[in-house]
């Protein structure tokens, strides 16, 4: 059982739990991004069987029909087994997900995303998404990283296709040759590659970012251009500001909660608790009550 002090950050151990939470955000108008935790297998069978969750997840959601998407890392079905075994068990999924009853408001099957790790994996993930954006006419989706110098001219090579793009900070510690260490050199390079997105981009944008500057941003680009957009946050950060957003009749922009689940709920955990100070804090006022 997960602890109360990490049930702000993931929703349980099943997709069971899972579900019911990505139920209360949808009655609070913010939709769900689903990611059962778990990341680096080396065998084939863990990524075989986290890929035959997410076949079985992507069907749930569409049976309930609730308005949710999954989200899948790379070496979690399969990448670090080997290109082979990631393909595979990413069509799997897209396929399931593409013929799934109607996972979204527009009956076009669950959305996929598919997240972004460290530069190694940067190439053979955007071949990924490229081969699947085209096959399901943009049914998937896939995220890019502001901290490394590529991200700019990979967004040139994304804008020509169908499907969605997630633009975030970055969460891996990449070699200064080929990134930005300077926060505010990454707040600068995110705030350029938002702004070419709403540019040039058709199928909208995701701006996942619990960064006020940042949403702000957005908000003011998609007056300019009037391209779709949506903001996706983490469960369990500024969650207040989510439904605010949610709620906000001048906001024109879908708010999506990204919702890891499972049992291997303990590295994210003391990732959120290490990296700021206020997530502990928060967690543990939950505990006590106050
Ligand atoms: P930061 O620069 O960390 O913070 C900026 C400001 O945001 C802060 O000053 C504060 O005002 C506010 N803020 C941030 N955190 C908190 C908090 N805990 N409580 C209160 N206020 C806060 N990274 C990847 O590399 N690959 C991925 O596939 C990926 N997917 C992601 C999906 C989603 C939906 C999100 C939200 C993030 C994802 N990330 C991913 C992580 C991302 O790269 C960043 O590491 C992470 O989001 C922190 O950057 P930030 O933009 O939120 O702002």
Redesign the pocket.
């Known amino acids: 059982m997960i602890p109360p002090i990490a049930s702000n950050f993931v929703a349980g151990e099943t997709p069971a739990a899972a579900l019911a939470h990505v139920e209360s955000l949808n009655d609070r108008g913010v939709a769900g991004?689903l990611n059962l935790l778990g990341e680096h297998y080396e065998e084939r069978p863990p990524a075989d069987a986290d890929a035959d969750a997410y076949v079985d997840l992507v069907e749930a959601i569409a049976d309930r029909n609730l308005d949710a998407c999954v989200s899948v890392k790379p070496s979690q079905i399969g990448l670090d087994v080997g290109d082979d075994a990631f393909r595979e068990n990413l069509a799997r999924i897209v396929e399931a997900a593409s013929d799934s009853a109607s996972g979204d408001s527009e009956g076009t099957g669950t959305f996929v995303w598919i997240?972004?790790?460290d530069h190694e994996t940067t190439d053979v993930t955007l071949d990924a998404f490229e081969r699947h954006a085209v096959e399901t006419d943009g049914n998937v989706g896939v995220?890019v990283?502001a901290n490394l110098k590529r991200t700019r001219e990979d967004l040139e090579r994304l804008a020509d296709l169908p499907g969605k793009v997630?633009l975030?900070?970055?969460?891996?510690d990449e070699p200064a040759a080929i990134s930005y260490k300077e926060?505010s050199r990454v707040d600068e390079s995110y705030r350029d590659c938002l702004a070419y997105m709403f540019e040039a981009f058709d199928d909208g944008v995701a701006v996942?970012?619990?960064?006020?500057a940042?949403i702000e941003h957005a908000t003011e680009l998609h007056a300019e251009h009037g391209t779709p957009y949506e903001v996706?946050?983490?469960m369990g950060?500024?969650e207040a500001e989510q439904f605010d957003l949610a709620a906000d009749p001048d906001v024109d922009a879908a708010v999506?909660q990204?919702i890891p689940y499972g049992t291997k709920w303990f590295s994210y955990f003391y990732r959120r608790v290490r990296e700021?100070k206020?997530?502990a804090l928060f967690a543990l006022r939950a505990v006590v009550g106050r």
Do not use: T
Request: glycine fraction near 6%.
């Open positions: 991004i997240d972004m790790e995220c990283q997630r975030v900070k970055g969460a891996y926060k996942g970012s619990h960064d006020p940042m996706q946050m983490l950060v500024r999506y990204y700021r206020s997530n």
